[in-house]
């Protein structure tokens, strides 16, 4: 594969992953506004960074999610609260432009 050719392939999975971890944040902010209401339990914060950059954590009964992102770089982690599951999005552009790409569930 040539050079364009992973570029754009890393390009479209970053912009795959993105917006699966953003979808699946936005639903969690919904799950944590119901238990809100109902039990006036679950957490969702956004914390701004010292040096640029913002942290997200959204806790629901059920699971616990962080999003982090800096400049052109970002990580999602999502894990249940008991442990059984788990996902990890890792999407980093390095100085020379470049994209660097990782992902695990369990």
Do not use: C, P
């Given at each position: 594969?040539?050079?364009?050719?992973?570029?754009?392939?890393?390009?479209?999975?970053?912009?795959?992953?993105?917006?699966?971890?953003?979808?699946?944040?936005?639903?969690?902010?919904?799950?944590?506004?119901?238990?809100?209401?109902?039990?006036?339990?679950?957490?969702?914060?956004?914390?701004?960074?010292?040096?640029?950059?913002?942290?997200?954590?959204?806790?629901?009964?059920?699971?616990?999610?962080?999003?982090?992102?800096?400049?052109?770089?970002?990580?999602?982690?999502?894990?249940?609260?008991?442990?059984?599951?788990?996902?990890?999005?890792?999407?980093?552009?390095?100085?020379?432009g470049r994209l660097v790409t990782k992902s695990m569930?369990?």
């Amino acid at each position: 594969m040539s050079s364009t050719g992973t570029t754009s392939a890393k390009r479209a999975q970053a912009i795959r992953m993105h917006n699966e971890a953003t979808v699946r944040l936005k639903e969690l902010r919904q799950i944590v506004q119901s238990e809100v209401i109902g039990s006036g339990q679950g957490t969702d914060e956004i914390i701004q960074l010292q040096g640029g950059g913002e942290l997200h954590f959204v806790n629901t009964k059920n699971t616990r999610a962080y999003y982090l992102n800096h400049e052109e770089s970002w990580l999602y982690l999502e894990r249940e609260n008991d442990g059984t599951s788990g996902t990890l999005y890792i999407v980093r552009r390095l100085q020379d432009g470049r994209l660097v790409t990782k992902s695990m569930q369990d």
